[in-house]
């Protein structure tokens, strides 16, 4: 039987389908979603969640002359459906494929790009303001989840916006769930807000007065009514302050929209997101507003499939999955543990004997594993939303009161707070402890998640102690360390599988800005290469050596442990005595690890060739494996072999050196 689906292309098809139509399309592209998501995974909760609402989008606005903007992004699955995108739609984050987030070079009707929260609304106004210069009249929407509401930037835009437009609007997509469950003030006013009587009366007689309506000129009769009919009732209402005494609820009073309205953002709901006619009919209602709207919808995400409603942290973005039962696949016994789980468990066991040890996650307890402090210590636990900034200056006010606080956050998120890092953290020296999950490649989610660049935006700030651990071990030894340091510690590590090597019983201090030699010169008369792998790159380096000793050369192979302080002696000997360096980073060269080395052997009058590998100075794009990536980029053992071969064919054999290793 054929679907709307095959129907449906662009978004010039939707318009024409009716409701009911577009109701079954709404059931067809659930399961589009869940059948076509499970062989690669991808975030399947979020979309499931908003189909309906895309679908309203689609019908109601014209994209891509009306922009849509959408926080994060990760939600925009359906809309590449709809957007001339299906054919290509399950090839979404894999190499060559879909990407997993809205892109400007892959669509004209991704009109933001993102990957990153909070971002949308200031975006949009910025949109809507171009648009009120230029004199156009499109539409700008605003799609926006509740944990973006925890994001600072989102209250900047807020702010700034009924000064800026008069035509702007805004949709909260409200689920109650962040990645795992929304937290804070704002996420508890907003379920105040959608249990109070007085708007739910409201919006149901939104809802009978649009669903009374006689068909075919909607549009028409809701301009018509929408300043008379519904601008006092929704201000009237707005404005009155709730007594709390006179309204509580048990739980300190219903909430009252007066927050947006006071901002001078017109407030519309609580709407069912999932009532397709009711959506169409209120975005309607909004097009003819004069002024900025927030229209705040309920959701569930994963709607439409049991298991993803039943675990919604865990279908919020998930590898491949059993698209009948939603199971996953089991982990194969002897795999290593994860990075984010030995960062967690390490944390844990530190402060059980270290009192002054704190934890902080911005909105991210499972992929940091800050969990495990969540479950066992929840007093010495903060998760302060999708607030990175706040994240970095909370636990700098932390630590000048004697706390020690361990501020979990992604390479790629950090980068957000990158004054606070200088401003709060470095400048004043504090002993904050960041530990960087994803710090190399995110391969599915590509570059907005790719960690390629903290090496370079940390270590040009005085006081910083730099680490990457080369395994899981190490892990756990630098953020002992790190908690014995005066001075801020910053310690990166990529996602996924460790190295598997055996965690000791009790971390052991490390010595600040010592290298660990892993394997010296043989001086066995043979050309001499010093490989210094990076972090897990450690691994690729003492690969490439066991080549390169096949193939007759002399290797040594570094761990250099800190990116800051470098080891001056380690490196200046190594220098020396080889006659070719190699570098290896999961980092961008510009700036990174293998430019220090450059630097310190420019200041040591180092005159042996350094070969750096590393990512190149691009947006290194998504693809399904790490590997394929790294394959492509050269960071990868066959690469480094070739590079340090075709180096010496040019070098003729008497510029071998042979200096005995001190
Ligand atoms: C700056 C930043 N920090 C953290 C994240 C990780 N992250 C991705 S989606 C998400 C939750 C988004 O929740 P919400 O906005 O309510 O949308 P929903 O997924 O519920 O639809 C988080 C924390 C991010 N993308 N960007």
Same mark, same amino acid.
């Given at each position: 039987?054929?679907?709307?689906?095959?129907?449906?292309?662009?978004?010039?098809?939707?318009?024409?389908?009716?409701?009911?139509?577009?109701?079954?399309?709404? *059931?067809?592209?659930?399961?589009?979603?869940?059948?076509?998501?499970?062989?690669?995974?991808?975030?399947?909760?979020?979309?499931?969640?908003?189909?309906?609402?895309?679908?309203?989008?689609?019908?109601?606005?014209?994209?891509?002359?009306?922009?849509?903007?959408?926080?994060?992004?990760?939600?925009?699955?359906?809309?590449?459906?709809?957007?001339?995108?299906?054919?290509? %739609?399950?090839?979404?984050?894999?190499?060559?494929?879909?990407?997993?987030?809205?892109?400007?070079?892959?669509?004209?009707?991704?009109?933001?790009?993102?990957?990153?929260?909070?971002?949308?609304? &200031?975006?949009?106004?910025?949109?809507?303001?171009?648009?009120?210069?230029?004199?156009?009249?499109?539409?700008?929407?605003?799609?926006?989840?509740?944990?973006?509401?925890?994001? *600072?930037?989102?209250?900047?835009?807020?702010?700034?916006?009924?000064?800026?437009?008069?035509?702007?609007?805004?949709?909260?997509?409200?689920?109650?769930?962040?990645?795992?469950?929304?937290?804070?003030?704002?996420?508890?006013?907003?379920?105040?807000?959608?249990?109070?009587?007085?708007?739910?009366?409201?919006?149901?007689?939104?809802?009978?007065?649009?669903?009374?309506?006689?068909?075919?000129?909607?549009?028409?009769?809701?301009?018509?009514?929408?300043?008379?009919?519904?601008?006092?009732?929704?201000?009237?209402?707005?404005?009155? @302050?709730?007594?709390?005494?006179?309204?509580?609820?048990?739980?300190?009073?219903?909430?009252?929209?007066?927050?947006?309205?006071?901002?001078?953002?017109?407030?519309?709901?609580?709407?069912?997101?999932?009532?397709?006619?009711?959506?169409?009919?209120?975005?309607?209602?909004?097009?003819?507003?004069?002024?900025?709207?927030?229209?705040?919808?309920?959701?569930?995400? *994963?709607?439409? %499939?049991?298991?993803?409603?039943?675990?919604?942290?865990? %279908?919020?973005?998930?590898?491949?999955?059993?698209?009948?039962?939603?199971?996953?696949?089991?982990?194969?016994?002897?795999?290593?543990?994860?990075?984010?789980?030995?960062?967690? @468990?390490?944390?844990?066991?530190?402060?059980?004997?270290?009192?002054?040890?704190?934890?902080?996650?911005?909105?991210?307890?499972?992929?940091?594993?800050?969990?495990?402090?969540?479950?066992?210590?929840?007093?010495?636990?903060?998760?302060?939303?999708?607030?990175?900034?706040?994240?970095?200056?909370?636990?700098?006010?932390?630590?000048?009161?004697?706390?020690?606080?361990?501020?979990?956050?992604?390479?790629?998120?950090? @980068?957000?707070?990158?004054?606070?890092?200088?401003?709060?953290?470095?400048?004043?020296?504090?002993?904050?402890?960041?530990?960087?999950?994803?710090? *190399?490649?995110?391969?599915?989610?590509?570059?907005?998640?790719?960690?390629?660049?903290?090496?370079?935006?940390?270590?040009?700030?005085?006081?910083?102690?730099?680490?990457?651990?080369?395994?899981?071990?190490?892990?756990?030894?630098?953020?002992?360390?790190?908690?014995?340091?005066?001075?801020?510690?910053?310690?990166?590590?990529?996602?996924?599988?460790?190295?598997?090597?055996?965690?000791?019983?009790?971390?052991?201090?490390?010595?600040?800005?010592?290298?660990?030699?892993?394997?010296?010169?043989?001086?066995?008369?043979?050309?001499?290469?010093?490989?210094?792998?990076?972090?897990?790159?450690?691994?690729?380096?003492?690969?490439?050596?066991?080549?390169?000793?096949?193939?007759?050369?002399?290797?040594?192979?570094?761990?250099?442990?800190?990116?800051?302080?470098?080891?001056?002696?380690?490196?200046?000997?190594?220098?020396?005595?080889?006659?070719?360096?190699?570098?290896?980073?999961?980092?961008?060269?510009?700036?990174?690890?293998?430019?220090?080395?450059?630097?310190?052997? &420019?200041?040591?009058?180092?005159?042996?060739?350094?070969?750096?590998?590393?990512?190149?100075?691009?947006?290194?794009?998504?693809?399904?494996?790490?590997?394929?990536?790294?394959?492509?980029?050269?960071?990868?053992?066959?690469?480094?072999?070739?590079?340090?071969?075709?180096?010496?064919?040019?070098?003729?054999?008497?510029?071998?050196?042979?200096?005995?290793?001190?």
């Amino acid at each position: 039987m054929s679907r709307y689906l095959d129907m449906v292309d662009e978004p010039e098809h939707v318009k024409k389908l009716t409701v009911p139509q577009l109701q079954e399309l709404a *059931g067809e592209i659930r399961t589009e979603l869940i059948e076509g998501l499970a062989k690669g995974g991808g975030h399947l909760g979020p979309n499931l969640g908003v189909v309906e609402l895309t679908i309203a989008l689609h019908k109601v606005f014209n994209s891509p002359k009306d922009k849509f903007v959408w926080d994060v992004s990760h939600q925009v699955y359906v809309h590449k459906l709809l957007t001339g995108r299906k054919k290509r %739609f399950r090839t979404i984050r894999q190499t060559g494929g879909l990407n997993g987030f809205a892109l400007r070079s892959e669509s004209e009707h991704d009109s933001f790009g993102a990957g990153h929260a909070g971002t949308a609304l &200031s975006a949009a106004l910025g949109m809507a303001a171009a648009r009120d210069k230029r004199g156009t009249n499109e539409h700008v929407v605003c799609i926006f989840g509740d944990a973006a509401l925890t994001n *600072g930037i989102s209250f900047e835009a807020m702010n700034n916006l009924a000064h800026t437009t008069k035509k702007f609007i805004g949709i909260l997509n409200d689920n109650e769930w962040s990645i795992a469950k929304n937290v804070g003030a704002i996420s508890g006013y907003l379920n105040k807000l959608i249990t109070n009587p007085r708007y739910n009366q409201l919006a149901k007689d939104f809802e009978g007065f649009v669903r009374r309506l006689p068909k075919g000129d909607l549009a028409l009769k809701l301009a018509h009514r929408a300043e008379g009919g519904f601008k006092g009732a929704l201000t009237g209402v707005g404005l009155q @302050q709730v007594s709390r005494d006179a309204e509580a609820d048990g739980r300190g009073g219903y909430g009252s929209p007066v927050f947006f309205e006071e901002m001078g953002i017109r407030y519309l709901g609580p709407i069912n997101g999932h009532d397709l006619p009711l959506i169409i009919s209120t975005l309607e209602f909004a097009k003819q507003c004069d002024h900025p709207i927030v229209i705040h919808i309920l959701t569930q995400k *994963g709607k439409g %499939f049991e298991a993803a409603l039943k675990q919604p942290e865990k %279908f919020h973005g998930l590898g491949p999955y059993n698209a009948l039962t939603g199971e996953t696949p089991a982990v194969k016994p002897g795999t290593p543990p994860m990075y984010q789980d030995v960062m967690g @468990q390490t944390l844990v066991k530190l402060c059980q004997k270290n009192t002054n040890l704190v934890g902080i996650t911005a909105a991210m307890p499972t992929g940091t594993g800050m969990k495990y402090l969540e479950k066992a210590m929840p007093e010495r636990y903060y998760d302060v939303g999708i607030a990175e900034e706040h994240a970095v200056i909370f636990a700098a006010g932390m630590a000048t009161m004697g706390y020690r606080p361990v501020v979990a956050i992604y390479s790629t998120f950090l @980068q957000r707070a990158y004054d606070c890092i200088h401003h709060d953290i470095c400048l004043q020296d504090l002993p904050v402890i960041f530990c960087m999950d994803r710090a *190399g490649l995110s391969a599915n989610d590509g570059p907005t998640h790719h960690g390629l660049f903290d090496i370079s935006f940390l270590r040009c700030f005085p006081n910083v102690v730099a680490m990457a651990p080369a395994n899981e071990d190490e892990l756990a030894d630098m953020m002992f360390t790190a908690a014995t340091l005066n001075h801020p510690a910053f310690i990166r590590y990529p996602r996924g599988t460790a190295e598997g090597v055996p965690l000791k019983a009790e971390p052991q201090l490390l010595e600040v800005g010592r290298a660990q030699v892993v394997q010296t010169f043989a001086n066995n008369q043979k050309r001499k290469v010093a490989l210094f792998g990076l972090g897990p790159m450690n691994t690729l380096a003492r690969k490439a050596a066991g080549q390169l000793a096949a193939e007759g050369f002399d290797c040594a192979v570094i761990n250099p442990r800190f990116t800051k302080p470098l080891d001056g002696p380690a490196h200046e000997t190594y220098g020396h005595e080889a006659e070719l360096v190699v570098t290896i980073e999961d980092h961008v060269l510009m700036g990174g690890y293998g430019s220090a080395v450059l630097e310190l052997f &420019s200041e040591k009058g180092v005159t042996t060739p350094v070969i750096r590998i590393g990512w190149p100075d691009q947006f290194v794009e998504h693809a399904t494996t790490q590997d394929e990536l790294r394959a492509k980029y050269g960071l990868s053992v066959e690469n480094i072999v070739a590079r340090v071969k075709a180096q010496f064919d040019d070098v003729p054999v008497k510029a071998t050196k042979l200096i005995a290793v001190a």
